[in-house]
C-alpha cells in the first residue's frame, strides 16, 4: 500500500482478505491485480499506511479501539472503511464520532461537510449535519463562510421545506455565493457585460429551479430579482413577472418554508417525536419508524404558554376550548423532566362533553435533554374507550383539566398523577403524586397539505391560473 510520500508496503494473508472485507474478495476474485510469485500486489495511493494499519488489525483480530484515534483520523478511516466496503466499521466509527466527538463535528462543520455528504453510506453523519443545519440555518449563510460552501449544500438547503428563511433573503444569498465562489465577477453589477451574466448563470443553474419566486413580495422581486432578470430562462421570469404584475392574488397553500416550533420546552425533533405518538407509533426506542423533523406531519401551532398567558384554567379555557385535537407539554419544576397528554378531540366547557369517548388519546412522561427526549420516554395509551378527558371536577375550587379518569389533571401551576380512581391508561407514566410545574404549553394540532406549495390567482377578467412552483 503507497501513497506519496507517506509509503508502506504490508504483507498480508490474501485468504483473511477475502474472508473479513467484501472489497478484496471481489478484486481478488476477478484478478483486477497480478499475481507475482505467488504473491499479489495491490496498491492503495488514496488510503494513508496508518489508516489501512488500524483497518488491518480489525480485519485479522475483530477489534478496534476508536479512543486511541485523533478526530481528524477518524474521518479518514471512515472514508477507507467506506472504499473498502466494511459497512459494519463505517456505521461503528459514525456513531463513536456523534457520540464522543460531537463537540469536534461542530467546531468543523464546513470541512467536514464536504467530505460527509459526497457519501452516501455517512447517513448517520449526514443526519447529524442536519440537524445543525436546520439547527442554525441563517450562520451558514454568513457572508465570511459563504464562498466555502460547497454546492451540493446550497442546494440541499434551499430544497427543504424546512430551511426557514425569507425567499428573498435566500435568493440575495444565493447571487453572493455565486458572485464570491469566483472572485473576478465585479460586485457592482452595473459593470457586468452580457458575458458576466451569463457567467452566473451558468453557475447558478442549479440553483435558481429551487428558488421558490411566488412566495416573495411583488416588490422584493421588482428590487432583488428584476436587476438579475438576465440569469433566469425567459419562460420563467416572463410567468414570474405577470403573476408579481397581478393587483389580486389570492392564496390557498399554507406557507412552503416551515417555522420552528414556538416553545420554550420543546424543539422541533421533539415535536417530531410527539407527532410519531400521536399516529401511533408505538415503538418508542426504535428510530427507523419514527418521523424525523423533515418530515413531521403536523404544525405545531401554540395555543397557550403559562408564563406567558398566566397559570389558571380560566386562561387554558381561553386560548385551548373548541381548537379541535391539542397536546399538552409540561415541564416539572428544577427537572428536566416533561409531562403532558394528546387529546385527538377537543376541550370543551359543554357538559354534554364531559366525558369524551375516543381511544387514540395518550399520556406521556420523559426526560427533556440532548438526544434523550424519545430513549426516555413512557407512553400511556387508552385502555378503554372512554374518559379520554375529563373537566368537572375541582380541586381546592379550581376547574381543571384531565386525561383519564384523573389519571393526569392539570390544575393551576401544577400536575397530579392519580391511579387510585381508575386505571384507564397503560402503563403507568409516573408514580401518583402532586407536581408543581415550571411551564405549561398546549399546541393544536395543524395537518400540513399533502402538497408541498401551490397558489392559485383570481383575477376579475380571465379564468383561474394554478402555478406549481
Given amino acids: ?52 494499519n488500524v483497518i488491518l488489525i480489525h480485519l485479522y483480530g475483530g477489534i478496534i479501539d476508536l479512543n486511541e484515534q485523533e478526530s481528524s483520523d477518524l474521518i479518514l478511516l471512515l472514508e477507507a472503511s467506506d472504499e473498502l466496503c466494511l459497512s459494519e466499521l463505517c456505521e461503528h466509527i459514525q456513531d463513536f464520532i456523534i457520540t464522543k466527538r460531537l463537540v469536534w463535528l461542530r467546531e468543523n462543520f464546513l470541512s467536514l461537510a464536504k467530505i460527509v455528504y459526497q457519501h452516501l453510506t455517512f447517513d448517520r453523519l449526514q443526519k447529524i449535519f442536519t440537524e445543525m443545519i436546520y439547527e442554525n440555518p441563517k450562520d451558514l ?17 434551499i430544497s427543504r421545506d424546512d430551511f426557514f428563511i425569507r425567499e428573498v ?50 416588490k422584493e422581486f421588482k428590487e432583488k430579482v428584476v436587476p438579475f432578470k438576465k440569469i433566469l430562462p425567459e419562460i420563467l421570469y416572463n410567468n414570474i413577472s405577470k403573476f408579481h404584475s397581478r393587483w389580486f392574488k389570492f392564496s390557498f397553500r399554507s406557507s412552503a418554508r416551515v417555522k420552528p416550533i414556538d416553545s420554550l420546552i420543546i424543539n422541533y425533533k421533539d415535536a417530531a417525536v410527539l407527532a410519531s405518538w400521536i399516529d401511533g407509533k408505538n415503538k418508542v426506542n ?31 379555557k381561553k386560548h385551548c376550548y373548541y381548537k379541535g385535537p ?14 403532558g397528554g394528546y387529546n385527538p378531540i377537543y376541550w370543551s366547557a359543554s357538559k354534554l362533553a364531559y366525558f369524551s369517548q375516543t381511544k387514540k388519546g395518550f399520556i406521556f412522561s420523559t426526560e427533556k435533554g440532548q438526544d434523550n427526549f424519545q430513549e426516555k420516554a413512557t407512553v400511556a395509551r387508552m385502555k378503554y374507550n372512554y374518559y379520554s378527558q375529563h373537566t368537572t371536577y375541582t380541586y381546592k375550587g379550581y376547574p381543571y383539566l384531565s386525561f383519564g379518569y384523573n389519571n393526569l389533571s392539570f ?3 401544577e400536575c ?9 391508561f397503560t402503563p403507568k407514566i409516573k408514580d401518583q403524586g402532586n407536581y408543581p410545574l415550571d411551564e405549561l404549553e398546549v399546541f393544536a394540532l395543524i395537518p400540513k397539505s399533502r402538497f408541498k406549495y401551490w ?15
Fill in 286 to 316: 426504535d428510530r427507523s419508524v419514527m418521523y424525523e423533523f423533515y418530515n413531521n406531519p403536523y404544525n405545531f401551532k401554540p395555543l397557550y404558554r403559562g408564563s406567558r398567558d398566566g397559570f389558571s384554567y380560566e386562561m387554558l
Fill in 141 to 157: 449563510f454568513k457572508l465570511e463562510t459563504l464562498s466555502e460552501l460547497p454546492e451540493d449544500i446550497i442546494l440541499f438547503l
Fill in 411 to 413: 390544575i393551576e401551576r
Fill in 455 to 469: 397558489k392559485i390567482n383570481l383575477l376579475f377578467y380571465s379564468n383561474p391560473i394554478i402555478y406549481y412552483n
Fill in 416 to 424: 397530579q398523577v392519580r391511579w387510585s380512581y381508575g386505571y384507564y
Fill in 169 to 218: 433573503q435566500i435568493w440575495e444569498q444565493i447571487i453572493k455565493w455565486g458572485i464570491l465562489k469566483y472572485p473576478h465577477l465585479d460586485p457592482d453589477i452595473t459593470y457586468w457585460t452580457i458575458k458576466d451574466f451569463e457567467t452566473l448563470k451558468n453557475r447558478l443553474r442549479k440553483s435558481i429551479p429551487l428558488i421558490r419566486f411566488y412566495q416573495m413580495s411583488s
Fill in 1 to 52: 500500500m503507497n501513497s506519496e510520500p507517506d509509503i508502506k508496503t504490508f504483507k498480508v494473508h490474501s485468504a483473511i482478505l477475502c474472508a473479513r472485507c467484501p472489497y478484496f474478495q471481489v478484486a481478488l476474485s476477478n484478478n483486477w491485480i497480478k499475481k507475482e510469485n505467488d504473491k499479489f500486489t495491490f496498491t492503495k495511493p488514496n488510503i494513508f499506511p496508518k489508516t489501512f
Fill in 326 to 339: 391539542t397536546i399538552i407539554v409540561a415541564k416539572i419544576e428544577g427537572k428536566q423532566e416533561l409531562i
